[in-house]
């Protein structure tokens, strides 16, 4: 067993680049993939769009509550928005569009196309949401090496502390925390939208840092209930690794304590976070939602929840299917990821 071991440690590492990732398995693997993914996005728009069509009512019951509208109006709009076509009918006319001109349909309260606008509020949501998961990660990973290096001690013990009172803290409880702060604070922290009312006249970099000191808030709300899990997680995959008998041989060689930790056992305790990067990748755009509520955020938080509210039916299928593609990309991605990092893994063994 020993003999094994020294000769995994002693082994050249493998270096990993980018014509090695697109070797072997892995073009195969990615057709297969993306040819699943086109049966799961129509499974996934044909029950998203049941499931919208089983909300009693449509947009036009507020308008027939207004004595004002006539019915002839009401059937105008019905025909013009199409609802008075039946569900299935609706479903596929809408499918037909979206295949043969990339038209996802028209917003029935914004009475503009329904890409036009996800695409003005997709760049806020994404900024929110890269910004907060480049931070997340750059606090819940050191942390969490830091914790299981020193285990037991003060610094692990006062980091677990942290961790606890991070996931007990939802979402909005810090929002209204970080509100409060502004509020007393004033008007150190901005609170609302994403740029100042003399954004224009700033130069480039004056409009840089204007919309990055309006991000400060948002991001830390999310930063604060993300990177508390992530560093239980890391603290735990390492010390696991740890405890491996090749490390304990890699430290009876001699290896210096700092290689036998980020070259030996960080490499292996961090393919379960690859994973989870996968997931997160597919919340950039669904995960900030209560938090753009809160800080009236010009992102997708406040447009598809309106959307939900008036049953603007096209708008909502557009903004489930884009989180649906996102869902499957993030996969792709930390598979992907897994075979970088780890030459072993065989792409076939992952699903």
Known sequence: MTSKVNRTLNRPRQQVSISHLFQGDTLPYIGKRLFQ???????????????VQLAPGDYLDE?????????????QLKEKFGLDKGPIEQYFNWLRRILSRGDFG???????PVSDLLW?????????????????????????????????QFSD???????????????????LL??????NTSPLFPVGGIMSIDYPDLSPVGKVLDIGWHMILPTIALTVTSFAGLQRLMRGQLLDVLRQDYIQTARAKGLPENRVIYVHALRNAINPLITLLGFEFASLLSGAFITENFFNWPGLGNLVLQAVRQQD??????SLMMGAVMLIIGNLLADLLLKAVDPRIRLEDLR
């Open 37 to 51: 993914a086109v049966i799961t996005l129509f499974l996934a728009s044909a029950l998203c769009f049941a499931i």
């Open 313 to 318: 039916l096209y708008l909502v299928m557009a």
């Open 157 to 175: 013990r006062f980091l677990q502390v942290v961790s606890y009172a991070g996931q007990g803290f939802p979402s909005f409880i810090t929002a």
């Open 106 to 112: 028209f917003s029935f309260a914004n009475q503009r």
């Open 120 to 152: 003005e509020r997709v760049p806020a949501t994404l900024l929110l949401s890269i910004s907060s998961l480049i931070l997340t990660w750059a606090i819940a990973i050191p942390l969490g090496i830091v914790g299981a290096i020193r285990q037991n």
């Open 178 to 183: 970080l509100l409060y702060l502004a509020q």
């Open 63 to 75: 308008l027939r509550q207004n004595p004002q509208v006539s019915p002839e109006t009401l059937n």
